[in-house]
């Protein structure tokens, strides 16, 4: 799995359990204030991922536009360095 799909569903599926939140509250689950905000924040969550994901789409069509996320560097992904036992 390309680490650009790893990043889409790390972010994603946060996403997703807000989503199945809101949809609970849609369809008759009464939600106490402390639940109302947290799916508020959840809608930012929404929002955020949603940038994101069309954001890292445009870097891989135009590269530049990486400066979307902040910087046009991506990361790097790299496996750690084995531990050797001295």
């Given at each position: 799995?390309?680490?650009?799909?790893?990043?889409?569903?790390?972010?994603?599926?946060p996403?997703?359990?807000?989503?199945?939140a809101?949809?609970?509250?849609?369809?008759g689950?009464?939600?106490?204030?402390?639940?109302?905000?947290?799916?508020?924040?959840?809608?930012?969550?929404?929002?955020?991922?949603v940038?994101?994901?069309?954001?890292r789409?445009?870097?891989?069509?135009?590269?530049?536009?990486?400066?979307?996320?902040?910087?046009k560097r991506p990361?790097t992904y790299?496996?750690?360095?084995?531990?050797?036992?001295?």
């Amino acid at each position: 799995m390309s680490d650009y799909l790893v990043s889409l569903i790390r972010t994603w599926v946060p996403v997703a359990v807000g989503s199945v939140a809101a949809w609970l509250t849609a369809h008759g689950v009464d939600l106490n204030t402390a639940t109302t905000t947290a799916l508020t924040t959840g809608g930012t969550a929404v929002a955020a991922a949603v940038y994101y994901a069309a954001a890292r789409a445009l870097e891989r069509r135009w590269p530049a536009a990486g400066y979307l996320l902040g910087t046009k560097r991506p990361p790097t992904y790299t496996p750690p360095a084995p531990k050797t036992d001295t």
